[in-house]
């Protein structure tokens, strides 16, 4: 039975239809109630409550880390997709019949829609009490990625949870691991930066290709490369330690001996190269006019985020995007594959074997790479529940969802559940005892990964102290620990499909 907090929510955000302000889930009494305590600011969102946020003031608590990882991948399906067809499944009129909703263990899936993630629901956890403040994509898409509003003062300065993990394990690269703490793949840079944090900490994004990257050779030859490094050096080498141009001219000359370091060495080069074979096992093969094409670009960034790890060449945080999940429109056309169906094969091709392949690869404690890695899915926020719009689509939401696998984390675990048609939640499913938000999702990585998310920094610009995860030293955030609790319930196979409208929990 929901609690208090939720019946009362519950009733306040009633269905009223798809507008952002008094649609299914923001009433206007929670609008201005929001709007009045800066929901652009730093941490007041729908999943807040009054008694929550007074006792933030006065409490005070110890970080509790999970510390079961090396390293994260953390996966980011811009444009928001749709929990209800997809990681928390409600069936109704409006379902296709190829969903073919197929219970496992208890929890209902649709297994025609992503068949070969449906095979491994042992690996992962969904999280399906999550709530997103607001429904902008741009806003919540950097919101996810820097764990705090990004209008806000310190927001506007704000690394990427990617940059926080770069700081934090940069000494301890070895001198033989070559590659950045932070590498970003298929986000055509379009991925949020080191904020205040020095350069050293920014993304290296990559565009994955069969081929690897151009840019580890010279066109000219190594010999005429490090002649004219050599050269550089003689010019600019008193000017890049202790210089009076500032730390911008420092950071830019260990730029260029890290880019140098990782050229003409065969170790990297490797890990952005792969085989034809790999290309389709991870994106299988689609048609562009008369030609046969062999992968895509998430299928490709997986299967380099598998080679990064498995190169061990210093790389603790992966970052990738896949695009293409807004569907105001003709979300189930088939012929279209950048609606729901296409962007859920290529998602399932390159997850699932992502994950197969980890689970396969032996890691450097005794288990496997997933044993050591945190895998990360979730969009930026939701989409409309039940039938679908007057445009055959469905509109921004705030109720989605997150997934966890690796680590530790408990396989084929539900943690929260929803009403009949997915709009709200019933129970939150996790100690906190309320909506799920990105900043708990940071406060669970840098858990996962032994980093205090209670840390305050006091070297931002504006003295004001920059906290990894605001608020989290008070309690108000928070890693999701349920997620590493292992259910009692014993793991089951499919079985046949069941009825609409059963509710899971």
Not at 8 to 34: I, Y
Request: aromatic content about 10%; some cysteine.
């Amino acid at each position: 039975m929901a609690n208090k907090y939720y019946k009362e929510l519950n009733e306040v955000n009633a269905p009223r239809g798809n507008s952002p302000l008094t649609g299914p889930t923001l009433g206007r009494r929670e609008f201005f109630k929001l709007a009045g305590a800066g929901v652009a600011g730093a941490m007041v969102t729908t999943g807040m409550t009054s008694e929550l946020l007074a006792a933030s003031k006065v409490s005070a608590v110890a970080p509790s880390l999970i510390n079961s990882a090396l390293n994260c991948i953390f996966v980011l399906m811009a444009g928001a997709p749709s929990s209800v067809d997809t990681f928390d499944l409600k069936q109704g009129s409006w379902t296709p019949a190829d969903f073919n909703p197929t219970s496992f263990s208890g929890t209902m899936f649709p297994q025609g829609l992503m068949p070969e993630l449906a095979k491994q629901m042992n690996k992962f956890a969904i999280v399906r009490s999550m709530r997103a403040p607001a429904l902008v994509h741009p806003l919540q898409q950097t919101w996810a990625q820097i764990a705090r509003g990004p209008s806000s003062a310190l927001g506007k300065i704000a690394p990427n949870i990617g940059s926080v993990v770069s700081l934090e394990f940069e000494s301890q690269r070895t001198a033989s691991q070559k590659l950045p703490v932070f590498v970003s793949l298929n986000t055509n840079f379009n991925v949020v930066g080191p904020g205040y944090f020095n350069g050293l900490h920014a993304p290296f994004d990559v565009t994955a290709a069969p081929t690897g990257l151009g840019s580890l050779a010279n066109a000219d030859g190594q010999a005429t490369f490090e002649a004219r490094y050599n050269a550089l050096k003689s010019i600019d080498s008193k000017l890049r330690t202790n210089s009076p141009l500032g730390d911008d001219a420092t950071t830019l000359g260990s730029f260029y001996d890290r880019g140098k370091s990782m050229m003409y060495d065969p170790a990297v080069d490797a890990v952005f190269k792969f085989t034809t074979e790999e290309q389709v096992r991870y994106g299988g093969t689609s048609m562009v006019g008369q030609n046969t094409v062999n992968g895509n670009g998430f299928g490709n960034s997986c299967i380099v985020a598998r080679n990064i790890l498995k190169a061990n060449q210093g790389t603790r945080f992966i970052h990738i995007r896949h695009d293409g999940w807004d569907h105001h429109d003709d979300i189930y056309d088939t012929a279209d594959n950048g609606r729901l169906h296409g962007r859920a094969k290529e998602f399932d091709l390159g997850m699932s074997a992502l994950l197969a392949d980890l689970a396969a690869t032996p890691g450097t404690r005794g288990g496997t790479l997933l044993d050591e890695t945190l895998v990360v899915w979730m969009g930026e926020f939701g989409r409309t529940v039940g039938p679908l719009t007057g445009q055959s689509g469905r509109d921004h939401y705030f109720q989605h969802f997150a997934c966890f696998a690796g680590a530790g984390v408990s396989g084929g675990k539900i943690i929260g559940s929803t009403s009949a048609d997915g709009g709200y939640i019933t129970e939150p499913g996790w100690a906190a005892n309320r909506p799920a938000q990105y900043e708990d999702v940071a406060a669970t990585i840098y858990s996962t990964l032994g980093i205090d998310y209670t840390t305050v920094r006091n070297d931002d610009p504006f003295g004001r102290g920059f906290e990894y995860v605001p608020f989290a030293a008070q309690g108000v955030w928070g890693p999701i620990n349920d997620l590493f609790v292992r259910s009692s319930a014993p793991v089951r196979g499919p079985i046949a499909p069941r009825d609409g409208g059963r509710r899971i929990g």
